[in-house]
């Protein structure tokens, strides 16, 4: 099994840092190894709530299926996806501090059955994966960040 476990501080109220991570389709924004997210459940996220995510993963596109299994807005957040190849745990925690939250992002990876021998390559794999997805998560929040602030300011008259 892999572990990538990685803390990063972002810009963002609590709540809305909360927000933008439990909607999980939002990874195809940062996340460069997520080629399509959709949510496939109706109404607000919640436990239940269910993500179709295609992942590039070692030269293949993999279709896999995510849901939330615990949600304690805006705190906590645990989605377990996965196929019959790979199962995926993503534990995602936030801390409100000065001048934004504090993230935690615990993802494991676990390769199914006579798969497993690959677990050597795919610990190293998945720690270049999850550094990449998080400098992607850092530059999407700040973009978000910067242009909320243009809409804010005021227009200078002309």
């Given at each position: 099994?892999a572990?990538?476990?990685d803390a990063l501080d972002?810009?963002?109220p609590?709540e809305?840092a909360f927000d933008?991570?439990?909607?999980f389709?939002?990874?195809a924004?940062?996340d460069?190894?997520?080629?399509?997210?959709?949510?496939t459940t109706?109404g607000p996220v919640g436990?239940g709530?269910?993500?179709?995510?295609?992942?590039?993963?070692?030269g293949?596109r993999?279709p896999?299926e995510?849901e939330?299994?615990?949600f304690?807005a805006?705190?906590?957040l645990?989605?377990?996806g996965?196929d019959?190849t790979?199962?995926s745990?993503?534990?995602?925690?936030?801390?409100?501090r000065?001048?934004?939250?504090r993230?935690t992002?615990e993802?494991?990876?676990?390769?199914?059955g006579?798969?497993?021998?690959?677990?050597?390559?795919?610990?190293?794999?998945?720690?270049?994966?999850?550094?990449?997805?998080v400098r992607?998560?850092?530059?999407?929040?700040?973009?978000?960040?910067?242009?909320?602030?243009k809409r804010e300011?005021?227009h200078?008259?002309?």
């Amino acid at each position: 099994m892999a572990r990538y476990v990685d803390a990063l501080d972002l810009p963002l109220p609590i709540e809305a840092a909360f927000d933008y991570l439990a909607d999980f389709a939002n990874t195809a924004e940062w996340d460069p190894g997520v080629t399509r997210a959709r949510k496939t459940t109706p109404g607000p996220v919640g436990v239940g709530t269910r993500f179709d995510v295609e992942v590039s993963f070692l030269g293949r596109r993999l279709p896999l299926e995510y849901e939330v299994t615990e949600f304690e807005a805006p705190h906590r957040l645990v989605l377990a996806g996965g196929d019959e190849t790979i199962r995926s745990l993503d534990e995602i925690t936030f801390v409100p501090r000065r001048g934004g939250t504090r993230m935690t992002y615990e993802a494991q990876l676990e390769l199914v059955g006579w798969r497993r021998i690959a677990d050597p390559l795919l610990t190293a794999t998945f720690q270049l994966i999850g550094r990449t997805a998080v400098r992607g998560l850092r530059e999407r929040v700040a973009h978000l960040v910067a242009a909320g602030a243009k809409r804010e300011r005021p227009h200078a008259a002309a």
